[in-house]
């Protein structure tokens, strides 16, 4: 099944990159017992002169941008009900160093997925603050590639019922979010099974990561196929308890801060202070607080996917 594995990259592209992208996926509420996140190695960042004179003049007049998010998927961005319904997240924190770096302020606003990138579009934002780069979108909009994207199966530690990967769930109990993509593959994944004499795959959907870590706990399911990027967060927070298995992690297209197509000076200027972030140490940082360090980028690209 490995050329139908691979032909399934593109559709499951959409979930991996839920977060702002404009994908039909579920509201994932942050999950219970996040903790109130003190500062982290974003507040340690200074402006830098030479950065910051790169910022186009109006922006520097008004000392900030606006960027525009969905704050619908944990770890990326999302509103943590347990302090204060502040954004919060991974994305948020790199956010927050970068526009540090060229010597602004950033406003960070809510608004619903589909919503996101027409708002940079007509001016509403200055920026989308994470998206899905994707080919067919780089006509309208430019990206500034800084995250990885990808699919993974999580097991319990040690993997007790052996899930070799996504051509290994025949007959295996499998937890999906519900109305993921991840569900749509898996009912395809299911229905090649079956047409090749081998039994169905028992899915098994759920409505956020909570519910199926719950359901690995219990033994209630075998694996759960998941984006890369809450996986990894669910076994930050639930640590020795689960693992990744299988051929690894399918990587799709990456997650980007997007600008308007006329607004290259920004844009450039985004990429620059991103680049310089990786190569202080400072985004590295940023990614491991928050158990995201198999998703860096070495080199920020603009419009790099090949997606």
């Keep these: 099944m490995r050329h139908r594995t691979r032909g399934r990259v593109a559709a499951a592209a959409c979930a991996a990159l839920v977060a702002l992208s404009g994908c039909a996926a579920p509201q994932e509420p ?3 017992g996040v903790p109130k996140k003190g500062a982290g190695a974003e507040a340690a960042v200074q402006a830098d002169a030479g950065l910051s004179a790169l910022v186009p003049q109006r922006y520097r007049d008004k000392k900030t941008i606006t960027v525009a998010t969905s704050a619908s998927v944990p770890p990326l961005a999302f509103v943590n ?3 204060n319904n502040e954004i919060t997240g991974v994305v948020v924190d790199l956010t927050k160093a970068w526009t540090a770096l060229l010597g602004l302020d950033v406003q960070v606003v809510r608004t619903e997925g589909g919503n996101v990138m027409p708002g940079v579009l007509s001016g ?3 920026a989308v603050m994470s998206v899905g780069d994707f080919k067919s979108r780089q006509p ?7 995250l990885r994207g990808g699919t993974a199966l999580m097991v319990r530690s040690g993997n007790p019922h052996g899930v070799k990967g996504i051509d290994d769930l025949c007959g295996r109990s499998l937890a999906i979010g519900r109305g993921s993509i991840e569900e749509t593959d898996a009912q395809r994944v299911s229905k090649e099974c079956v047409g090749s004499g081998k039994p169905a795959v028992n899915i098994n959907a759920f409505a956020d990561g909570q519910a199926m870590v719950l359901a690995l706990q219990s033994d209630r399911v075998e694996t759960a196929w998941n984006d890369i990027a809450p996986a990894n967060y669910l076994i930050k ?4 308890q689960f693992e990744l298995t299988g051929d690894g992690v399918h990587w799709l297209a990456p997650y980007a801060a997007g600008f308007r197509k006329d607004d290259t000076q920004l844009r450039d200027a985004a990429q620059r202070a991103l680049q310089k972030l990786v190569e202080d140490g400072t985004y590295r940082k940023i990614l491991d607080e928050w158990g995201q360090g198999s998703i860096a980028v070495d080199r920020v690209a603009v419009n790099g996917s090949q997606f």
């Design 30 to 32: 942050a999950p219970e």
């Design 81 to 83: 009900s347990g302090n």
């Design 124 to 126: 509403r934002f200055d």
């Design 140 to 146: 309208t909009m430019d990206f500034v590639d800084f």
């Design 237 to 240: 927070q639930n640590p020795g």
